[in-house]
């Protein structure tokens, strides 16, 4: 089955730091761009970060304000999103997906190999 695997969520206190972990399972991830995404509850889900294939550039959503940082590391298979001076805001579900090879997209529905993501909760 082809997914991604989540993992690095937990319950932390404001202006923390989590790294979160995305690692693809059954695929190899050079090819794909990866996009991070959170759903708080009563919220509709984000979309948080996304990182191109090849030249591995990145791009945020404005809420993240220089807080995050999405990375990825070929050989390990796997994405990161270090996540700084977290708030309650926060505090969401957290999923990554894949837009294809390139982050040209902020839809959801236009994501696939959802994993069944990691939760983060953020407070004092």
């Known amino acids: 089955q082809l997914q991604f695997v989540e993992s690095g969520g937990g319950l932390l206190q404001p202006v923390g730091s989590l790294t979160l972990s995305c690692a693809a399972s059954?695929?190899?991830?050079?090819?794909?761009?990866v996009g991070w995404f959170r759903h708080a509850p009563a919220k509709e889900r984000e979309w948080v970060a996304c990182?191109?294939?090849?030249?591995?550039?990145?791009r945020y959503a404005g809420f993240v304000k220089g807080r995050f940082t999405i990375s990825r590391d070929n050989a390990k298979n796997t994405v990161y999103l270090q996540m700084n001076t977290l708030s309650p805001e926060d505090t969401a579900v957290y999923y990554c997906?894949?837009?294809?090879?390139?982050?040209?997209?902020?839809?959801?529905?236009?994501?696939?190999?959802w994993g069944q993501g990691t939760q983060v909760t953020v407070s004092s």
């Open positions: 990182i191109h294939s090849g030249d591995g550039r990145t």
């Open positions: 997906a894949t837009p294809g090879a390139r982050c040209t997209v902020r839809v959801g529905d236009k994501y696939d190999y």
């Open positions: 059954g695929f190899t991830l050079d090819f794909y761009a």
